[in-house]
């Protein structure tokens, strides 16, 4: 399975937008990129995915290389409710699209 | 929106003794649920497939008879931690697909069980 690349942690203010950067240079033409958060004792949560194009909804934004080699998780105006730890995960249907969870990006948000 | 529910939320149990977690489709029919399991500060780790109507798939490494997997309906799957021990306590979340969303689609994931093997 292609693996992803996340930093460990990363901080932003309140009300700043937010850059989550995701390597995957491994990916195949197959692979789409899905990206969840998880906040502390409770299931992970949707986000956003995508396959080539950049995606838009209510959350965020996927920014999607051209190579499809890295991709971007954008919150537009962090809040303290989106801090939490953001999963990348790459999935087709080798597995049956199931998510194979790496060690995310622990995302802190300050006043 | 569609919504996954565990059930228990938390659970304490003595050594040797098997535990029952429930997972269920509220709002949508799925076929196919995720088991994972997730220690302290580390990541999901995805434990095996629940099929309905047939036999679950174990990721490598995780013991099929240690792990029971029932998904005897389309809004139910059941992982049963048989003869439980200290090193089994963790976080045990299940997710599902709704089909309506495509394989591609979103995972909704349930609100995780804690299991506490004394």
């Known amino acids: 399975d292609a693996k992803t690349t996340q930093p460990n942690s990363m901080e932003s203010n309140e009300e700043e937008p937010v850059h989550l950067p995701c390597n995957h240079s491994?990916?195949?033409?197959?692979?789409?990129i899905h990206w969840y958060r998880q906040l502390p004792s409770q299931g992970p949560e949707y986000v956003i995915h995508?396959?080539?194009s950049n995606v838009n909804n209510r959350m965020a934004s996927l920014a999607i290389a051209e190579d499809r080699k890295s991709s971007t998780l954008i919150l537009h105006r962090a809040t303290l409710r989106d801090a939490a730890v953001y999963y990348c995960?790459?999935?087709?249907?080798?597995?049956?699209?199931?998510?194979?969870f790496g060690k995310g990006t622990s995302l802190l948000v300050t006043p | 929106g569609a919504v996954v529910s565990q059930h228990p939320s938390w659970v304490i149990c003595k050594s040797g003794t098997s535990v029952k977690i429930e997972c269920r489709s509220l709002?949508?029919?799925?076929?196919?649920m995720f088991w994972y399991r997730q220690f302290p500060k580390q990541s999901l780790m995805l434990m095996a497939t629940?099929?309905?109507?047939?036999?679950?798939?174990?990721e490598q490494g995780v013991e099929k008879d240690k792990f029971l997997i029932n998904h005897a309906s389309l809004t139910l799957s059941t992982l049963t931690v048989t003869s439980a021990h200290p090193e089994d306590s963790s976080f045990y979340i299940c997710?599902?697909?709704?089909?309506?969303?495509?394989?591609?689609?979103?995972?909704?994931f349930g609100e995780g069980s804690r299991l506490t093997v004394l």
């Open positions: 997710s599902a697909r709704d089909p309506s969303g495509g394989l591609t689609g979103e995972l909704f």
């Open positions: 491994t990916i195949s033409g197959t692979d789409y």
């Open positions: 995508g396959l080539t």
């Open positions: 995960i790459l999935a087709n249907s080798n597995s049956g699209y199931a998510l194979n």
């Open positions: 629940s099929n309905e109507g047939s036999k679950a798939t174990y």
């Open positions: 709002d949508f029919q799925a076929t196919t």
